[in-house]
């Protein structure tokens, strides 16, 4: 539960992190230096002390708890700017990983999740907004961020997932003030679904108008048509037709508050432009993290599914392979010791006899 609380991950997740991310920093790191104008001998320069696996803790920490640079430095022990560059390397390449739904499977565009769902899959899409610091006087975009619905300084991610509610796909942030319709149109959503397909999307009221332009793919709430004086029974009908689409809706709600639990998309007080990959690099550490979970309690449930006999069962069987004729215990099937008494009471009334002892 430890690792849980500090970097919101398993010990598999991140050891699974280290051996994929690893090979990628050093690659990106000997570039780095093959790009420098001037060389130097082989072996030469300092060495590092900040060795990989603590730059990927200090960046997880960072994104899980939203610790500032100089905490995480006094932890590790090096300076600021040390723990700011190594977030700055880290980060990009955990933010294109995408979003993993099951083993070698990853999504990093919304065309990839509108074909992972296939023709009858149901998809959930909303957007949400995540505070930042409003530009300085003078910069532009000033008035971009302040977000109509909050009346904040706010950039927006739409955020996509399953029936389930698992994380499927983040866009990078747009101002506050564009409208999330306005946001799915820019990313293509219009244009994905495929004419003929069974494929649902639902979304709130904001992407009314969608619907149309999809062919009928993207669920919305039904509007209201009465604006006054409605009548009894068409109030009661609506009502009744929203309550049943939210139901179906509110797992995209539960998806969100799993991104927000990471601190990061609480309120960002750093740099703006790091936002999209802070965004999408903490949507591929929790689907990851659920995708995890999910399979470990599937091989659970499959393995609880089918237990080995016990002795108690084997001689449950024996006695009931007696009375019916069965030859042996290994062709009797091996059943419950419940399961046994009542076939040996169902035999001892076909045969008039008194009941059996229980076994």
């Known amino acids: 539960m430890a690792e849980y609380r500090v970097t919101g991950l398993s010990p598999d997740v991140i050891a699974e992190l280290v051996a994929e991310l690893e090979p990628v920093w050093h690659e990106q790191h000997q570039a780095r230096l093959t790009a420098r104008p001037w060389q130097r001998a082989v072996g030469a320069g300092a060495k590092h002390k900040f060795v990989f ?3 990927l803790l200090a960046t997880l ?6 610790t500032t640079h100089d905490v995480l430095a006094c932890w590790f022990g090096v300076d600021r700017s040390t723990i700011t560059r190594a ?43 995540v505070r930042v610091r409003r530009p300085a006087v003078g910069r532009n975009g000033r008035d971009e961020i302040v977000s109509g619905k909050t009346k904040q300084n706010a950039v927006k991610t739409l955020v996509v997932t399953d029936a389930e509610g698992r994380v499927l796909f983040c866009s990078p942030v747009w101002p506050g003030s564009f409208a999330d319709i306005t946001q799915a149109r820019q990313l293509g959503l219009a244009q994905l679904p495929a004419d003929g397909a069974i494929l649902e999307i639902l979304a709130d009221a904001g992407y009314q108008g969608m619907g149309a332009q999809t062919g009928g793919h993207v669920l919305t709430p039904p509007h209201r048509k009465f604006k006054k004086n409605a009548p009894a029974w068409y109030e009661e009908r609506h009502e009744q037709q929203r309550e049943a689409h939210s139901s179906r809706r509110i797992r ?43 399979g470990h309690s599937l091989h659970s449930s499959i393995a609880l599914d089918v237990p080995p006999p016990t002795l108690h069962e084997v001689v449950s069987c ?37 009941p059996l002892p229980q076994c």
């Open 252 to 294: 995209v709600e539960h998806g969100i508050a799993h991104l927000k639990n990471w601190r990061a998309l609480a309120r960002h007080l750093g740099r703006r432009e790091h936002m999209s990959d802070i965004v999408q690099a903490i949507a591929a550490l929790l689907s990851h993290q659920q995708t995890a979970t999910r």
């Open 61 to 66: 920490v960072s994104l899980r708890h939203g």
């Open 87 to 129: 977030i700055g390397e880290v980060r990009p390449p955990l933010a294109q990983r995408g979003c993993t739904v099951a083993q070698g499977i990853r999504l990093r565009t919304l065309g990839e999740v509108i074909e992972y769902l296939g023709a009858d899959g149901t998809g959930i899409i909303d957007g949400t907004e």
């Open 318 to 354: 024996d006695v009931l392979g007696a009375v019916t004729g069965t030859a042996s215990h290994e062709e009797a099937q091996p059943r419950t010791p419940r399961a046994c008494r009542e076939a040996l009471r169902g035999k001892s009334v076909e045969d008039g006899n008194s």
């Open 53 to 55: 696996i603590d730059r």
